[in-house]
């Protein structure tokens, strides 16, 4: 009997590796976050086998969107790419995951919620002290909103960005799921390595931003340098700039200063004036000649002064 049981335990190990291998090396191969995220959730959902995984991300409003799913069979619906209002979240639930770190498992049919710290290790739950399982009734809110969306079975886990709660990893399933600390542990290493490939893209970012920044200079100081008129210069200039950050449309205003008349530079599409009391151009409005205004103003210098130092 007991070759067997062991048998069990060596292959749910290989298993555990082979998992957290394969979202490792997806991680090290792709440079693109999307990719990363939509491989780990199939594999996740895969090896937990529930009828869906979802990473849902947190916008700077707390609103947020369900940014990558794997689902089974269609038994759920897809949400991916999908908005939802800060109050599905609301601040208390945001502040137990930010401060305990904690994950949640919800049991809809006993109408229970398991909550665990993050930073657990996988030993039977028999050992764990009181303080780190709590076991309470879930608001009933939220169990009729999981029900609504058909989901009986729920587990949450916090996926942080510089210390910050940055989304979740989320497991539904349409039928009750318990869920082994050993499963848990595996969910939290997955969680963790998300967060790898959050900053690895963050850096993959600003390296390509600080690129195409240098590219746009490299084209611009030739132009500013060149022997045409200086109309066609800041004409080309424009273009160059509105073709860079892949603008639709672009407007560069020069004030008269000293001496001459102000100058308009336009490309692309352009606002509609609504008023036709209004000056022709935009930032002869008051709003912008008062922003202008703002900009020269000797706090603001001495603040771009400042900048520069």
């Not at 780990?40 to 990558?68: C, N, W």
């Not at 089974?72 to 208390?92: E, H």
């Not at 076991?135 to 210390?163: N, T, W």
């Not at 539904?172 to 082994?180: I, L």
């Amino acid at each position: 009997m007991g070759r067997p049981k062991k048998y069990q335990e060596a292959t749910k190990v290989t298993t555990y590796g082979g998992l957290l291998h394969r979202i490792t090396n997806k991680i090290r191969q792709s440079l693109e976050l999307q990719d990363i995220l939509s491989a780990t959730v199939a594999e996740m959902r895969s090896f937990l086998q529930t009828d869906r995984v979802k990473i849902y991300r947190f916008h700077p409003d707390a609103s947020g969107q369900v940014i990558a799913e794997s689902i089974a069979q269609k038994r759920l619906p897809s949400l991916k790419g999908l908005n939802f209002p800060a109050r599905d979240i609301p601040p208390p639930a945001r502040e137990m995951l930010i401060k305990a770190r904690q994950r949640s498992i919800v049991d809809v049919a006993s109408e229970q919620i398991t909550l665990s710290r993050c930073d657990f290790t996988a030993e039977p739950s028999s050992s764990k002290p009181i303080r780190e399982i709590l076991k309470r009734s879930v608001d009933p809110c939220h169990v009729e909103y999981l029900k609504a969306m058909g989901v009986l079975s729920s587990l949450v886990v916090p996926i942080f960005y510089q210390q910050r709660l940055w989304g979740l990893l989320v497991s539904h399933h349409s039928q009750p799921r318990a869920f082994s600390e050993q499963d848990l542990e595996l969910v939290q290493l997955v969680a963790e390595q998300v967060s790898i490939a959050i900053a690895q893209s963050a850096l993959l970012t600003q390296a390509r931003e600080q690129v195409r920044q240098e590219t746009m200079i490299n084209q611009i100081t030739p132009l500013l340098h060149s022997p045409r008129p200086i109309k066609e210069i800041l004409q080309l200039v424009l273009e160059r700039i509105v073709r860079s950050v892949q603008g639709s449309g672009g407007r560069l205003y020069l004030r008269a200063i000293n001496i001459g008349a102000p100058a308009l530079y336009t490309c692309g599409i352009q606002p509609a004036l609504v008023e036709p009391q209004q000056p022709a151009w935009l930032e002869q409005q008051s709003f912008w000649q008062q922003q202008l205004m703002l900009k020269d103003s000797p706090s603001s210098q001495y603040s771009n002064l400042r900048k520069l130092q």
